[in-house]
């Protein structure tokens, strides 16, 4: 099963711009503006960015075309549903690897010159949570389990019931989290909620939360697809 899935994987791989390119194009140009404006600005405090939230929206995209596009010219290949999962999860976690690590490295430059000399924290959030350099690391990587898992699971869910099922699953999300504010602002539940995150061990929210719907969607998205049609 193994060599079968790292051949299908070459279906994604001659794509690699998609895979590796086009992200880290993107990145640099979320890591450029933030710095450029924040060099203008020469401010004594942290300058915090949220800009290498475009490389995650890069990865998104590319596993939902994973099995909104390639999974149907995989069929017409005659390979097997399970195989092509099998190879999209082999490539997935290749590059959950190599951009978790990149981002980590990026963390420790980006301390060791002060924040790229402009006191700019776009890479170091996790580390305004823990000191742990293996705890930072891991947090990246389970957010990349979990951008990888979504994607998988909002394309099989696109590629299965179209249209229809994809607002469903976004209306039920909606209807999910706003019925659960409402049930816990009535109930004040909030400062409980907050404590929570504040007194649990960094690794529960930081890795395992992650993780557990990254695992979850990939599950889903599994069982979305076995019964998919091209």
Known sequence: MMSRALSVS?????AWPLLLAWP??????????PWA????VQADEANFTGSVSALLGVMLAFYISAITQT?????GLSVTRKDYFAGTLLVSAVQVLVFGIFLWLMELIEDATGGWGVKMVMFGIPGY???SRLLQLATYLAIMVMVAGLGLFLGAIQQRWRVTGLYSVLAAVLVFFGAGSIL???????PSIGSWFVDSPRVVPMVGLPLVIGVVTLV???AALRRSTA
């Open 129 to 131: 949570f823990t000191d």
């Open 71 to 75: 999974f149907p010219f995989a069929l």
């Open 24 to 33: 880290l194009g993107i990145l640099v140009i979320a890591f450029i503006i």
């Open 184 to 190: 816990v602002t009535w109930q004040q539940w909030w």
């Open 37 to 40: 404006i924040f060099a203008l």
């Open 10 to 14: 070459r279906i994604h791989t001659v």
């Open 220 to 222: 889903a998205a599994w």
